[in-house]
Antibody, heavy 119, light 109 residues
Framework: EVQVVESGGGLVQPGESLRLSCAAS????????MNWVRQAPGKGLEWVSV???????FYADSVKGRFTISRDNSKNTLYLQMNSLRVEDTALYYC?????????????WGHGTTVTVSS | SYVVTQTPSMSVAPGKTATFACGGN??????VHWYQQKPAQAPVLVIF???DRPSGIPERFSGSKSGNTATLTISRVEVVDEAVYFC????????????FGGGTKLTVL
């Protein structure tokens, strides 16, 4: 079954770091446009970052300079390194595949991993 | 960066038609997708490239776009359609290629 499974979330204090992982099954991360999307409690979806098939990366202004998206092709896994975390980074973080078969619609989503930033 | 706007909420009776708008400057030139999100669940792609349905999505779901508005339509609304609907735009020309609208909460009365 084509799926992604996120992990690595947790409770951290402001200023600390966390690395999220997204393990993919039945498709190749390096051949896809992979995204991180977050959702704060009771709020809408906020795009965080994307890594293209060619390795190019983009970030939302709210995380640029603090978060880094990457992938390990040998593990078929996507990562999000989050540094200098802020209270406003508290959210459920989803990993999602944007598939060029559906015009880069995000057709595979994980269940998400929760990040809580609090003192 | 590109901005898309959605009405926060709407209510529709079962069997009627629900129409969701997604507004953005010259959105007709952009790639637009729609997602359905039910409580405590991940979003599900229901319309891609403004008008196409992924496999498994009922024919009651349709989409269109024109000018500055993309539209998602649900015909013959059912109670199971109660959810939040988000539009999303790909803007590959800039440094923020992915933009989500704020979402519209559909209540089925």
């Amino acid at each position: 079954e084509v799926q992604v499974v996120e992990s690595g979330g947790g409770l951290v204090q402001p200023g600390e770091s966390l690395r999220l992982s997204c393990a993919a099954s039945e498709f190749t991360v390096s051949s896809s446009y992979m995204n991180w999307v977050r959702q704060a409690p009771g709020k809408g979806l906020e795009w965080v970052s994307v890594i293209y098939r060619n390795g190019k990366t983009f970030y939302a202004d709210s995380v640029k300079g603090r978060f880094t998206i990457s992938r390990d092709n040998s593990k078929n896994t996507l990562y999000l390194q989050m540094n200098s975390l802020r209270v406003e980074d508290t959210a459920l973080y989803y990993c999602a595949r944007a598939n060029n078969v559906v015009a880069l619609g995000m057709d595979v989503w994980g269940h998400g991993t929760t990040v809580t930033v609090s003192s | 960066s590109y901005v898309v706007t959605q009405t926060p909420s709407m209510s529709v009776a079962p069997g009627k038609t629900a129409t969701f708008a997604c507004g953005g400057n010259d959105i007709v030139t952009r790639t637009v997708h729609w997602y359905q999100q039910k409580p405590a669940q991940a979003p599900v792609l229901v319309i891609f490239d403004a008008t196409d349905r992924p496999s498994g999505i009922p024919e009651r779901f349709s989409g269109s776009k024109s000018g500055n508005t993309a539209t998602l339509t649900i015909s013959r609304v059912e109670v199971v359609d109660e959810a939040v609907y988000f539009c999303q735009v790909w803007d590959s020309s800039g440094n923020h290629p992915v933009v989500f609208g704020g979402g519209t909460k559909l209540t089925v009365l």
